[in-house]
């Protein structure tokens, strides 16, 4: 069974930064592209960044290029989404997916 747990959002001021995690278990991690996406109130879900798993090729959404960075670590089944200069247009739910699979997401607010 598939489990993706994300962690690491909170509530911050505009400018500063957060780090979220997702760790997955009972998949094959380092087989597979993994995404972050993000659905703030009233919007439909939309892709933030991804990260292949061949080469470790990155995309990122052009409204945050520049200020997330995303990363993986195979070793530990966990993807990282560095996220720097947040705006309150950042506010949202992230959730990181795989194959098709969710996690419960994690709340980040941006406001003063």
């Known amino acids: 069974q598939v489990q993706l747990v994300e962690s690491g959002g909170g509530l911050v001021q505009p400018g500063g930064s957060l780090r979220l995690s997702c760790t997955a278990s009972?998949?094959?991690?380092?087989?597979?592209?993994i995404g972050w996406f993000r659905q703030a109130p009233g919007k439909e879900r939309e892709g933030v960044s991804c990260?292949?798993?061949?080469?470790?090729?990155?995309y990122y959404r052009d409204s945050v290029k520049g200020r997330f960075t995303i990363s993986r670590d195979n070793a530990k089944n966990t993807v990282y989404l560095q996220m720097n200069s947040l705006k309150p247009e950042d506010t949202g739910i992230y959730y990181c997916?795989?194959?098709?699979?969710w996690g419960q997401g994690t709340q980040v607010t941006v406001s003063s």
């Open positions: 997916s795989v194959s098709n699979h």
């Open positions: 990260i292949s798993s061949s080469d470790g090729s990155t």
């Open positions: 009972g998949i094959t991690f380092n087989y597979y592209t």
